[in-house]
C-alpha cells in the first residue's frame, strides 16, 4: 500500500505534478516523501522471506530486501539535486536556499540516482523470481491453476519494474552523454516511477494475501459471509 499510495499523496498534497517523486522532497509534500519511504525501507530492512535453498539459490529473501530497503533509505538520506537541467524545483531553492537537506551537488544526486535504480531492480527481482517460488513439482504445478496464474501475474508485475527501470535509465544515459534538456515528457520520470511501485506494490499485496483480507473485511462490514 505503501508504494500504491506514495505518488498518490506528494501529488494529493502538493496539488500539481513535478518531474519525478524526488522532487516532492523540497516541497509541502516532503513528510509523505519521507516518512513513507523511510517505513518502506525499514519494513524490507525488517523481512525475513523464505530461507535460501542451499542447493539452488546463491540469494535469500531477506539479503534482497535487505539491499532493496537500504538503497530506498539511501534514496531519502541523499535527496536529489535541488537544481536541475531546465527547471527549478518550485522555486524553493531559490527563496529559501536548499530546505532539508537540499543540495546542488551532482555526486549526491548521483548516488540517489544508482539507489533508487537498485530499489527498483531488486522489486522486480522480487517479484520475478522469488515471489514465483514453489515447493510443487512440476505435475503439481501443472495442476494448481491458481498457483499458476498468480506466477504469471508476478512475473508481469515484475517485469513492468524492470522496463520502467530500463527506459529510465536510457532516459537518463541520453541526458547525460549527449542532450542534458532531453525528456520525453515534462512528467516521464514520474509516470515510469509510479507505474514501477504501482506494479510491486500490486505484486506484494496479492502475495501476502492482502486483496482477499481486504475483500473478506468489507464483506463483514456489509455483514455477509464470503463465499
Known amino acids: 500500500m505503501l508504494g500504491i499510495l506514495l505518488p498518490v499523496l506528494v501529488v494529493a498534497a502538493y496539488g500539481d505534478f513535478l518531474p519525478s ?129 498468480r506466477n504469471k501475474l508476478y512475473r508481469i508485475c515484475g517485469w513492468i519494474v524492470w522496463i520502467a527501470l530500463a527506459i529510465l535509465v536510457v532516459e537518463f544515459a541520453v541526458q547525460y552523454f549527449f542532450y542534458p534538456r532531453f525528456y520525453l515528457t515534462h512528467s516521464d520520470v514520474f509516470i515510469l516511477e509510479t507505474t514501477a511501485v504501482f506494479a510491486f506494490g500490486v505484486s506484494w499485496l496479492i502475495k501476502g494475501e492482502a486483496i482477499k483480507d481486504i475483500i473478506g473485511l468489507k464483506t463483514r462490514m456489509l455483514g455477509s459471509r464470503p463465499k
Open 21 to 149: 517523486i524526488s522532487h516532492y522532497y523540497y516541497t509541502r509534500s516532503a513528510v509523505f516523501f519521507i516518512a513513507t519511504l523511510f517505513a518502506f525501507g525499514l519494513f524490507l530492512v525488517s523481512y525475513k522471506g523464505y530461507e535460501r535453498d542451499e542447493d539452488t539459490e546463491k540469494i535469500s529473501d531477506n539479503w534482497i530486501t535487505h539491499i532493496a530497503g537500504i538503497a530506498v533509505l539511501i534514496v531519502v538520506l541523499f535527496p536529489t539535486s535541488c537544481v536541475e537541467n531546465s527547471h527549478m524545483i518550485c522555486g524553493l531553492c531559490e527563496e529559501y536556499g536548499f530546505p532539508l537537506f537540499g543540495h546542488n551537488k551532482q555526486w549526491v544526486s548521483t548516488i540517489h540516482l544508482l539507489s533508487a535504480a537498485v530499489f527498483l531492480f531488486a522489486m522486480g527481482y522480487m517479484s520475478v523470481c522469488r515471489f514465483t517460488k514453489t515447493y510443487l513439482d512440476k505435475d503439481a504445478l501443472k495442476r494448481d491453476r491458481k498457483k499458476r496464474n
